[in-house]
């Protein structure tokens, strides 16, 4: 499995910003994909996570209201759409892939695949 984020940047307090995950692999049917995020000297944190066979999703209280996380199966694409951003949102963002069950899918140690990161900036 293979996985590139893309869609960062540097936005203003209050704008949205929509990061995009390519996934590749030979079937996606039973992987969840995952977006943490890291920022400066902080340790990694869940943002959340798409079942890619029925969509359910789980979001980090930090952004649930805010963060919405979708998938486009045409595209093999998964999307997080970041509204109202907040200067603690200043990160790098990844994408990653498991198939653990769904109870674990919070721990980053449970993901087997993923993408290089995309640096959101936040900053008036």
């Known amino acids: 499995v293979q996985l590139q984020a893309s869609g960062g940047g540097l936005v203003q307090p209050g704008d949205s910003l929509r990061l995009s995950c390519a996934v590749s692999?030979?079937?996606?049917?039973?992987?969840?994909i995952g977006w943490f995020r890291q920022a400066p000297e902080k340790e990694r944190e869940f943002v959340g996570v798409i079942s890619w066979s029925n969509g359910n999703t789980i979001y980090a209280d930090s952004v649930k209201g805010r963060f919405t996380i979708s998938r486009d199966r045409a595209k093999s694409t998964v999307y997080l759409q970041m509204n109202n951003l907040k200067q603690e949102d200043t990160a790098n963002y990844h994408c990653?892939?498991?198939?653990?069950?769904?109870?674990?899918?919070?721990?980053?140690?449970?993901?087997?695949?993923w993408g290089q990161g995309t640096l959101v900036t936040v900053s008036s």
């Open positions: 692999a030979g079937s996606l049917g039973s992987y969840r």
């Open positions: 990653a892939a498991t198939k653990v069950v769904w109870s674990a899918l919070r721990d980053s140690r449970h993901y087997d695949y």
